[in-house]
């Protein structure tokens, strides 16, 4: 499997994916935001850090660099496409998934491990994991708070396009498990063709007993063929 | 009544978002782009027609909480 | 512009000072000129009156790659790796304006690290605010927390470790002290000594704007017609550009284009410039029509003493101008040849086509003032406790009491703001006794944490700078590293006054007796004097950065109980020193008496064997016993893990508050399996080591004999409540 990071001015977890999928064995490139080609690739990822700063809103400006348009090209022909954390606020603001990620609920940057649900795991990217698995992963952001319109929330449900949940260790999915504010405490989402996930926690951070655990493996096992 | 606040980094005071925000209109082509500073409006209703006391007031709460007198400047202005 | 006596004082100059300034220029300088003196002669790029205590500290070692002088340390943690590290305060910016002046010293910790060619690894940072009752404490919290945060999460790199106090000596006068950790190559570190003539001297980085112009810049405006537009203004950090600077200067390092790299901090173009001349012996020529400007007309006063953030000089090798220019353009870095070095060994400023000033080298930098100030002994204060007053009290709810305080409440509420994940090397986040960070794609890691005591200080300067520095090798032992070097920020009051000045040389007497005996010495560093308003003196407050070396990491050591039924043990011998003890000064704000003594002998002996001990895998946790002694010890062991613990009371009891809340020094618990508790107790006995059985780990309840029980669940509450309710 040949992988594509695309890297942006304040992208800080390129490295942390790229060591990831090198360890689960993809062919990974990086690339420039500069760049105005990409390279053939099966998975495009679109790594969390704080592109261009935050500033303005977090991913607006990445949202409108030169090598998205050719990531949106290819994610319109079917290539898979994963944004985490800053990644996925960059998706939606280029329209590829719908919804928009508000500040956190309680105003602050939250850094810890949450658990989450898998929700529906028909798809290429969770193929691995178990429906209704308990994941244990680390969010680290400042806007995860996910938000979007009532259609598109019913869209979502309907069309089982959500990938993850915030709960508690038991799989309660409540408020109290919601470390952000995320309506029906979302945590990852897919877009209609199901070749697109953005999630607010890192996988990539999860790879590694030693550092932490390592649900987050099968993730980047299920994309491999 | 009704009045607005605009807030703004003191001038001097350096606008890493405006400078991003600038740069980026420039990449998309808007040549002529000099200086783009940042800031934040707020809109506030009271009920009292006693004008010079509400400006009072509004100054009051600019200083008290909605301004960072250090680096920000800001400017009160009536609405309705 | 005529310089007076009024314009030098307000450039922090007395008027012998100025004398000096003439004689050595030979004539009167020019306000350019003065403005550049006041920068490079006042307390902080000139240390003037801490020079000479400094010297006493030891700097070398065979660790030691580059002590004290440099932008950063240097140590050697083998096969070609070097850590480079640092600590600075940011005290006077964070007050003024909490958010950008934590993030600011954040910002500025980190340049000082990757300038000598380090990609920083890890950030620590030791804060103290005032009486959490003080009108401005809680937004001083919120604001220097969310810095540090903002800073260190936008440019990733993981905050895994520091200290937050509250005491009302800090009420006008916070503390924010930051570290960063950084991993070279040991065979490709810069330095910030020029060489060679005719080189070019280039600036990267933000442009230049009117920021945190020096105290001097009062005067300036003073002397403007336009002096409201002209005040001197807060510095604003752009984590943004930092990150980019980064990477470009990183990305430079790679190969052999730099000869020297400094990064403009204090005083920023003037210190820079001077520094790099002064080292290499030779001087330096800038033009100042070419320096990069945020606003218009800025004078060359305002350039030359302007602390605009996230700016660096570099000198190129001949013919590395293009290539490097490329790079700082692919990361969309202003980079300007902005002049050269020269062999005449004088600071040439131009613009407009006139020299403006001309000082020599020398004048700015070691012909700078050094102050030899009146100090005075602190006597160690008189014994005076009663213990009869105790008695009446309850050994769970002074334990309660204490959890629940602020000083030694559960910080998540602050660590869960700043990202302490990035870079996927922490292997050990706050919370324990010390971080552990892998060297990333290696096997070995470096543990890493910051200590203080102030009341320790400030009842005996000597104890208290010796005990700072024992407590910090302490915590590194505990999670098994040996400990290599620490850098020290030594915030203290005002140096003009003799007892002030006595704390400052006495801490660093205590400091010097540690690290010499523990090899443990000192590679960087920083000194804030003038903390302090209207007279009113902080404690002197030495903050210690150590760093320890873990050869290879397999199961990472931390102070959390593992498992049901183990034996738990006691390193070090327990007297039940009370005097300047958490428990008095929560329970009877009882802040009288002397600190506990160290034994450097002990010290050494203990560590050396827990050391010993986790490294043959003996062992399932350990904890340093420090602030609150043994049972608030015992009660973090619980809170993280969930276990409890049955605990004997000692046979031959003196006073049952005095065994569980004296702070000795020099105790370690060991949580030990029954399988290898005599091997541990051999190894013990062996060296000599005094050692005490004192209990087990249970589920659930936290037990001492006949005296308390408290659930563990309870216990966790108590300590969560404080950051929830403030």
């Excluded at chain 3, 350019?32 to 205590?53: D, P, Q, T």
């Excluded at chain 3, 002049?339 to 060994?345: A, E, L, S, V």
């Excluded at chain 3, 020599?360 to 406790?385: G, M, Q």
Aim: net charge neutral; with cysteine.
């Amino acid at each position: 499997m040949n992988s594509t990071v695309i890297v942006f001015p304040g992208s800080n977890c390129d490295r942390d994916i790229a060591v990831a999928l090198e360890k689960m064995q993809f062919k990974n490139k990086m690339i420039w935001h500069k760049e105005t080609k990409l390279p053939k690739s099966d998975l495009i990822v679109i790594p969390g850090g704080f592109s261009y700063g935050d500033y303005l809103r977090s991913g607006a400006i990445a949202g409108k660099s030169l090598i998205i348009n050719e990531v949106i090209k290819v994610a319109n022909q079917g290539c898979l496409v994963l944004g985490i954390c800053n990644g996925f606020q960059i998706l939606t603001e280029t329209g590829l998934l719908k919804g928009v990620l508000l500040r956190n609920k309680n105003l602050k940057f939250i850094n810890k491990d949450v658990n989450i649900k898998v929700i529906d795991n028909n798809n290429k990217f969770l193929k691995k994991y178990k429906n209704n698995q308990i994941l244990k992963i680390n969010i680290a952001h400042n806007e995860g708070n996910f938000f979007t319109n009532k259609d598109h929330l019913k869209e979502l449900n309907e069309k089982k396009l959500i990938a993850f949940k915030y709960c508690d260790e038991n799989g309660e999915i409540n408020e109290d498990s919601n470390p952000n504010g995320s309506i029906d405490n979302i945590a990852g989402i897919f877009n209609s063709k199901k070749n697109i996930l953005g999630m607010m926690p890192h996988p990539e951070r999860m790879i590694d007993n030693l550092v932490s655990n390592t649900d987050g493996t099968n993730l980047f096992s299920s994309l491999l063929n | 009544m009704k009045f607005s606040i605009t807030i703004t980094l003191k001038k001097d005071v350096l606008d890493p978002q405006g400078k991003v925000v600038q740069n980026t209109l420039q990449n998309l082509n808007f040549k002529n782009l000099k200086n783009i500073r940042q800031g934040k409006y707020f809109e506030i209703e009271v009920n009292n027609d006693d004008q010079k006391d509400v400006e009072k007031k509004i100054d009051e709460m600019c200083k008290k909480l909605l301004v960072n007198l250090i680096i920000e400047d800001y400017k009160i202005n009536k609405i309705s | 512009m005529e310089i007076n006596e009024k314009l030098v004082k307000k450039h922090g100059l007395s008027l012998e000072e100025y004398s000096s300034i003439k004689r050595l220029l030979g004539r009167d300088p020019n306000f350019l000129e003065l403005g550049i003196f006041s920068a490079m002669w006042n307390e902080h790029c000139s240390y003037k009156s801490s020079r000479k205590h400094l010297k006493i500290l030891p700097t070398k070692g065979k660790q030691v790659i580059q002590g004290p002088g440099e932008n950063a340390g240097v140590i050697d943690i083998g096969d070609n790796d070097a850590i480079i590290f640092k600590i600075e305060s940011h005290n006077h910016p964070s007050y003024i304006e909490p958010y950008q002046g934590a993030a600011t010293g954040v910002g500025g910790i980190l340049r000082d690290v990757f300038t000598m060619g380090a990609r920083p690894i890890a950030l620590l940072n030791s804060i103290h605010f005032g009486s959490p009752k003080h009108f401005k404490t809680k937004s001083l919290l919120n604001g220097v927390v969310s810095g540090i945060g903002g800073y260190g999460n936008c440019i990733g790199i993981p905050t895994v470790a520091g200290e937050t106090k509250f005491n009302s000596t800090y009420n006008e006068n916070i503390l924010v002290n930051a570290m960063a950790v950084g991993h070279a190559k040991k065979d490709k570190i810069f330095y910030s000594k020029a060489k060679g003539i005719n080189k070019s001297v280039v600036y990267v980085g933000s442009k230049t704007g009117r920021d945190g112009i020096h105290g001097a810049s009062m005067a300036s405006a003073e002397f403007d017609e336009n002096s409201e537009d002209k005040k001197p203004t807060v510095q604003v950090g752009d984590p943004f550009t930092e990150k980019l600077l980064m990477e470009a200067c990183l990305e430079l390092m790679k190969d052999n284009s730099v000869i020297s790299i400094q990064d403009m901090g204090a005083a920023g173009l003037t210190s820079s410039s001077v520094e790099m001349a002064s080292k290499g012996e030779l001087g330096i020529e800038l033009n100042l029509d070419k320096v990069p400007c945020r606003e218009d007309n800025m004078s060359p006063y305002e350039m030359m003493l302007s602390e605009s953030q996230e700016r660096m000089l570099i000198i190129l090798e001949d013919g590395k101008e293009n290539h490097a220019r490329k790079i700082f353009e692919k990361w969309d870095i202003d980079f300007v040849i902005i002049g050269k070095t020269t062999k005449d060994n004088n600071l040439l400023l131009r613009y407009k086509n006139e020299i403006v000033g001309k000082i020599p080298i020398e004048a700015l930098a070691s012909k700078a003032p050094i102050y030899d100030r009146k100090w005075t002994k602190k006597k160690l204060p008189k014994k005076k406790i009663n213990s009869k007053k105790l008695n009446k009290l309850n050994l769970k709810d002074a334990m309660i009491k204490i959890l629940s305080s602020p000083n030694h409440s559960n910080k998540s509420w602050i660590t869960d703001q700043y990202d302490q994940m990035v870079m996927c090397d922490t292997i050990q986040k706050s919370g324990s006794n010390a971080a552990i960070i892998r060297v990333h794609g290696k096997e070995k890691a470096i543990a890493v944490s910051v200590d203080s005591s102030a009341n320790y200080c400030k009842a005996h300067p000597l104890t208290g700078g010796k005990q700072i520095v024992c407590e910090n090798w302490r915590n590194l032992i505990s999670v098994g590293s040996k400990p290599l070097a620490i850098t020290n920020c030594l915030n203290f009051g005002n140096p003009e006054n003799p007892e002030i000045m006595g704390e400052f040389a006495e801490c660093l007497i205590g400091i010097k007796e540690s690290c010499e005996f523990l090899n443990y010495p000192v590679v960087s560093g920083n000194v804030s004097f003038y903390n302090g308003t209207n007279n009113k003196n902080i404690w002197p407050t030495p903050v210690i950065g150590g760093v320890g070396l873990i050869d290879k990491l397999t199961k990472p050591m931390n102070h959390l109980f593992k498992k049901d039924n183990s034996t738990i043990i006691i390193v070090g011998k327990t007297f039940g020193h009370l005097e300047q003890s958490v428990f008095l000064e929560e329970i009877y704000s009882d802040l009288d008496g002397q600190p506990p003594e160290i034994n450097l002998n002990n010290e050494k002996n203990n560590g050396e064997i827990v050391l010993d001990i986790i490294k043959n895998n003996l062992v399932y946790a350990v904890h340093d016993i420090s602030q609150g002694g043994l049972l608030v010890a015992l009660a973090e062991m619980c809170i993280g893990s969930k276990l409890g613990a049955n605990i004997r009371k000692p046979k031959k009891l003196g006073n049952i508050f005095e065994y569980f809340f004296g702070e000795d020094q020099s105790r370690y618990i060991l949580e030990v399996d029954k399988k290898n508790l005599t091997k541990v107790e051999k190894l013990l006995e062996n060296n000599n080591i005094f050692y005490e059985d004192i209990g087990y780990t249970q589920r659930e309840k936290l037990e001492i004999e006949k005296e308390m029980t408290v659930d563990i669940k309870d216990l966790c509450e108590i300590n969560n409540q404080w950051y929830k309710n403030y």
